[in-house]
C-alpha cells in the first residue's frame, strides 16, 4: 500500500460515521489517509450530507491533510480505494423495526441479528454486499473490505464463498469484553486477553487473562457478566454460569433465557416500543446535533447509539493490517480446520494475528463440548440462509427458519416466512420473480 490511503465507507450517512472519523484522525500517524470517501444512496442522501458535513468540519478541526469526498456515486469512490468498509442497513430502520415487530406478534423473539428478523435482514443484505464486492474485484481488487454489517457472521461468509474480495469481518461485542474486563482489574487494555470460541453473536469466553494470570475462575464464581445497550440487562444464573464453564455474550440470552427476553421484548412493543423505535428517536436527536455547524467533535450522545467501539475496531483492524502488526484481535474469518464439527468454509468469531497479509486464526485452548451443538445449529441455519439469499428459494429459506433454534415450529415458521417476504418484498427481488410470460 501506497502511503496516503484511499478509505471508502459505505453507508456513510449512519450516525456511527463520527465515531470512525474520530478513529481516523486519531491514528493519522499509523495510518496516513490521503481521502476519505463517504457513500450513500438517494434516499440516505439526506442524512450523508448531515454527517458528511460533520466529517468535514472534524478533520478541518484536526488539522490533517485528509480529503473527505461524500457521494452517491459507489463505483467512483471504491476506485483505487485501499480500504472499504460497510455499515449499511438495507431498508433502512423502517426495516428493522418490522424484523422485531413481526416475529414477537407471533410469540418468537424479535432481534435484528437473530431468529427471523437476522434472518431477513440477511437476505435483504447478502445481495447487497456481494454487489458491492464485484465493484471492489473490478475496481479495487488489492483493497480489503472489512465488514460491519449485521449479521456480520452470515455477511462475512457470503463474502468469502461468493467472491475474491479480500475481507474480514467485525463485531463490538468482543471489543466490549476486553474493555469490560480491563476496567473490572484496573488495567489497560493492552494488559488483558481473552478467548473467545464461537461464532458472531454465538461466542462464549473461555479465557481471560490479566497481567498473565488466568481470571476465570474468580469470573465465574462472582457472576460477572456484560451487556450491550442494544439486548436487556437481565442476570445470568449463577449455577448454571459455573457449571458452564464460560462467560457468554450477551446475545445469548436470546437462546438460554428466551421466555425472559421474550416477555420483556413484548411488553417494551405495547409500551414503547422494540429497540429500532428507540434507536429511530436516538437518531433523530444525533442528526439534529450533527447540524450544528459549531460541532466539529464526536457528540458524547453518540454513545447511547448502540453498537459502541464498532469504529475503534474497524480502525484498529485497518492500522494493524496496514503496518503488518502481529497483535491479536477478535474477528469473523473462515474456519478453515480450527473447529472440526464445523464447515472449512464456515465463518467463525476467534481470536486472530492480524499481518499485512490479513488475520491468521488461532485454535483456542478450549471448546466446551455443551455448546458445540447450538453453534452447529446456528451455523446450519447461516449457511442455509445465504443459500436462500442467493436463490430466492422459498423452501430453501423455509428450512433455514425452521431449524433456527429460536423457532418454534412449522407452522409458525411458515406463518412467519410468507408474512416477512411480504413485508420485505421491495428488497427481495429474487423471491418475487415475475411469472414467465408464454
Not at 136 to 152: D, G, H, K, Q, V
Not at 180 to 207: P, R
Not at 243 to 255: C, E, M, N, R, W
Amino acid at each position: 500500500m501506497a502511503a496516503g490511503l484511499k478509505i471508502a465507507v459505505i453507508g456513510g450517512g449512519s450516525s456511527y460515521t463520527p465515531e470512525i472519523v474520530e478513529g481516523f484522525i486519531r491514528n493519522y500517524e499509523q495510518m496516513p489517509i490521503r481521502e476519505l470517501w463517504f457513500v450513500d444512496i438517494e434516499e440516505g442522501k439526506h442524512k450523508l450530507e448531515i454527517v458528511g458535513n460533520l466529517a468535514k468540519r472534524m478533520v478541518k478541526e484536526s488539522g490533517l491533510p485528509i480529503d473527505v469526498h461524500l457521494t452517491l456515486d459507489r463505483r467512483e469512490a471504491i476506485a483505487g480505494a485501499d480500504f472499504v468498509t460497510t455499515q449499511m442497513r438495507v431498508g433502512l430502520l423502517a426495516a428493522r423495526k418490522q424484523d422485531e415487530h413481526i416475529p414477537i406478534m407471533h410469540g418468537v423473539i424479535g432481534q435484528e441479528t437473530t431468529g427471523p428478523g437476522g434472518m431477513l435482514k440477511a437476505l435483504r443484505t447478502v445481495p447487497v454486499i456481494l454487489d458491492i464486492c464485484r465493484d471492489i474485484e473490478e475496481l479495487a481488487p488489492n483493497a480489503w473490505m472489512l465488514n460491519f454489517t449485521n449479521p456480520a457472521g452470515i455477511v462475512t461468509e457470503a463474502v468469502a464463498k461468493h467472491s475474491k474480495v479480500k475481507s474480514v469481518g467485525l463485531c463490538n461485542s468482543p471489543i466490549n469484553f476486553q474493555k469490560f474486563l480491563a476496567a473490572e482489574y484496573g488495567v489497560s487494555e493492552k494488559d488483558v486477553l481473552a478467548e473467545f470460541v464461537g461464532i458472531n453473536h454465538l461466542h462464549w469466553v473461555t479465557s481471560a487473562i490479566v497481567n498473565g494470570e488466568e481470571k476465570m475462575p474468580e469470573l465465574l464464581d462472582g457472576g460477572k457478566s456484560y451487556t450491550a445497550k442494544n439486548v436487556p440487562t437481565f442476570g445470568w444464573d449463577a449455577d448454571f454460569i459455573r457449571s458452564l464453564g464460560a462467560i457468554p455474550t450477551y446475545y445469548l440470552k436470546y437462546f438460554y433465557m428466551t421466555d425472559t427476553m421474550f416477555e420483556d421484548m413484548k411488553a417494551s412493543l405495547e409500551k414503547d416500543g422494540t429497540r429500532a423505535d428507540v434507536v429511530s428517536r436516538v437518531e433523530e436527536e444525533l442528526f439534529e446535533l450533527y447540524k450544528d455547524e459549531n460541532l466539529a467533535v464526536k457528540p458524547k450522545q453518540l454513545e447511547q447509539r448502540g453498537g459502541a467501539y464498532y469504529s475503534e475496531a474497524a480502525v484498529n483492524l485497518m492500522t494493524s493490517i496496514y503496518n503488518d502488526r502481529h497483535d491479536i484481535q477478535t474477528l469473523n474469518v473462515s474456519n478453515g480446520t480450527i473447529y472440526d464439527f464445523l464447515p472449512a468454509d464456515a465463518s467463525i468469531e476467534i481470536n486472530c494475528v492480524v499481518t499485512g497479509q490479513g488475520p491468521i486464526p488461532l485454535a483456542p485452548q478450549h471448546v466446551p463440548s455443551h455448546v458445540k451443538g447450538l453453534m452447529h445449529a446456528v451455523k446450519v441455519y447461516e449457511q442455509l440462509t445465504i443459500e436462500a439469499a442467493l436463490t430466492g428459494d422459498r423452501g430453501i429459506a423455509l428450512q433455514a427458519l425452521v431449524h433456527h433454534p429460536l423457532v418454534p415450529s412449522v407452522s409458525v415458521a411458515k406463518e412467519l416466512l410468507d408474512e416477512m417476504l411480504e413485508a420485505n418484498k421491495k428488497y427481495l427481488p429474487a423471491f418475487f420473480k415475475p411469472e414467465a410470460v408464454l
